[in-house]
């Protein structure tokens, strides 16, 4: 929040709405007139976002809708702030039944919006070995993706993978034991499998130059970021921004502490960035 400079009668974006802490804090201080316009491509989470922001329905607008699109409902106006929270939900990764996670078995979806699209399931059953351990290994960084790749193949002849017990078994016993203490060796390959299926990092990079294009004079952009692949791409956006008339506000990655990450544990991995536009550099380009 600090790094966003919410004010009071500001008009600010959160991209990726979630479980709705980060709004309900921007509608807070940006009180008493400040107005929020908040996006989210899954609908449950729009709902219960909904439910728990009603104090602030009047200053809050919410739209289904992917963070890319930002631009587009607009209509015009220029944000003191935008904030992008990537990657999934606590309320998302907790649910079995959106297959994001193998501590507790469930269909093998991992859509963010379940209203179309392909599953993990049908990825898994479709893709040839080669195609599998080339996007394992792109977005998950899995060493043993072609071991895992080969592995799902041979599983799949005799059945259908369907949920996320059964992949994180044939994951694990091609894998071996992880590198990292701690990290079950199935974590790359479902972190992989969803990157590709919610396309996470499809024109992140353009998305976040095309973002500070539409901020206000002293706008300020933030993003967060959750594993090494988002962050290199935020990075490389804001080195880019940075050449027309904005500054990074962030050297480095600012962090999580130790309290945060011991009262919050999937903070640990969170790396978070900002830039703040200091002119109108980039008029020439449409807004």
Excluded: W
């Excluded at 607009?74 to 606590?90: M, N, Q, T, V, Y």
């Amino acid at each position: 929040m600090e790094l966003l400079a919410v004010k009071p009668g500001g008009f600010y974006v959160d991209g990726t709405v979630g479980m709705g802490g980060h709004t309900a804090e921007m509608l807070r201080r940006s009180a008493p007139h400040g107005r929020v316009l908040g996006l989210d491509r899954d609908s449950e989470s729009l709902e219960r976002a909904a439910a728990g922001l009603q104090a602030f329905s009047d200053r809050l607008r919410l739209e289904q809708a992917d963070f890319r699109g930002v631009p587009s409902l607009l209509e015009g106006a220029r944000p003191d702030g935008i904030l992008l929270d990537l990657g999934i939900s606590s309320a998302q990764l907790d649910d079995p039944d959106r297959g994001f996670s193998f501590m507790a078995d469930g269909p093998l979806d991992m859509r963010m919006d379940r209203s179309g699209g392909e599953t993990a399931a049908e990825v898994v059953n479709r893709l040839p070995e080669k195609p599998l351990a080339d996007l394992i290994y792109r977005f998950g960084e899995e060493p043993a993706s072609r071991s895992i790749a080969r592995a799902v193949v041979a599983a799949r002849r005799r059945a259908r993978i369907r949920t996320t017990g059964e992949l994180a078994a044939i994951v694990r016993g091609a894998a071996g034991r992880s590198r990292r203490p701690g990290l079950d060796p199935a974590t790359r390959t479902f972190q992989a499998l969803r990157i590709h299926v919610n396309r996470e990092l499809e024109s992140l990079g353009r998305s976040i130059l095309e973002l500070a294009q539409c901020l206000a004079e002293g706008g300020r952009l933030v993003v967060i970021a959750f594993h090494s692949l988002e962050d290199r791409e935020v990075k490389h956006a804001f080195r880019d921004v940075a050449k027309e008339g904005f500054r990074v506000l962030t050297r480095k990655p600012v962090r999580p502490g130790e309290a945060e990450v011991r009262a919050n544990p999937r903070a640990r991995s969170a790396r978070l960035r900002a830039v703040a536009r200091e002119s109108v550099a980039l008029a020439g380009r449409p807004a």
